[in-house]
């Protein structure tokens, strides 16, 4: 079992380079399947989720090879079995993106319940919903399968603006007969990016970026070479950590239009950053102090569908807070335990009250101690590798496969900008 020891107390400093977008990687990498031509598919981080997702297509029966460092090269000439083996669904949620572009291509995909993060109920009926539109059938018992004769495009209006699920419409709509209207649409960077990609493709894909996307079925894709966009999650991580422990960090290769709705939710708890065209840097010496609403009433940082605030990040957030003077409400909308882990923080010395499921105030600074923990998810495990990393004394973190789920070469990354951790097999 792999284990990180760290020492905290010691402020970070120096440069890294943005990773690629892990939730544009895996839709990107499913999208392959769309067509029998070669894709090659650029800044894919070199973690564990993109490295399943990449199973899944060999044991479907693609071809894929390296193609460099972060590139891989993708071709399903022939897709020989419709079926995902459980093995890999029950490890990432992620491989719920498979069902579009199979049943697309194939007309049938089987596949167990997927798995991933365990932070509350995580609804697949936005999916069901959208594809059932379009003319899939779908049965439900113990596994989900997949089938259509042929698709159809329809006038769709999700329930939720989910990001998969309107990933999942999208690349089946692209080999849909006829037009297909997708409302109430998710507009993350991560869905541009795979229209992005179909597009270049030859799909026909318009309101790319927008919560109203129209799709123009086409008979069939062709090869592409496509880079996804920088990990504003990432990049969001990497800010609150230089924060929280009073360090400083240059980042490089970002998008400045992906942080606007981040650099609001930090600026809340006094933190800025300077951009250079694609390079950002947060300075030492930040105020750190909370910037109350009018009147003096405490802020609140909450998410919603973007451009708002991204769920992700909220965990880290809360971290931040606990080295900011003042009172923050930090609001979780959308999963129900999700913020249950902030008993970790508690158990280091963070002033939080968990108000509800959703709801937790943080009043800083404090002093956090070293603890031994366990990550529970990729984003709440990353926020307490942070917390150790802020921390006096030394933590051990386990689970932290949870973590590599999510950043790419992590601990060496942390390295080069002086963080005191060490991998370590139990």
Known sequence: MVEYHVEGGFP?????????????????????LLTNEPVILNRIPEIEDTRVMLDVLRSLGADVTPNGPNSWKIQAAKIETPEIPATFTKKIRGSILFAGPLVARHGKCIMAPPGGDVI???RVDTHFLALQELGVNIKANGHFIFTANKL???????????????????????????????????SEPHVQDVCNMLNSMGAKISGVGSNILTIEGVKQLHGCEYTIGPDFMEIGSFIGLAAATKGSITITDINPKDLRPIKLAFGKLGIHWDIDGTTLTVPCGLPMVVDTDLGGMTPKIDDSPWPGFPADLTSVMTVVAT???????IFEKMFESRMFWVDKLIGMGARITLCDPHRAVVSGPCVLHGDELVSPDVRAGMSLLIAALSAQGESVIR????????????VERL????????????
């Open 399 to 410: 689970n932290v496969y949870q973590i590599e789920r999510g950043y790419e070469h992590l």
């Open 120 to 122: 509350g109920r995580r």
């Open 323 to 329: 080295q900011v003077s003042g009172t923050v409400l």
């Open 152 to 186: 159809i495009g329809a006038d769709i209006f999700l329930d939720e603006a989910s990001v998969t699920a309107t990933e999942n419409a999208v690349m089946a709509a692209s080999l849909a007969e006829g037009t297909t209207i997708i409302t109430n649409a998710a």
């Open 12 to 32: 970070i400093k120096g440069t890294i380079k943005a990773s690629g977008n892990k939730n544009a990687a895996l839709p990107c990498i499913a999208a392959s």
């Open 415 to 426: 390295q080069s900008l002086g963080a005191h951790i060490t991998r370590c097999d139990n």
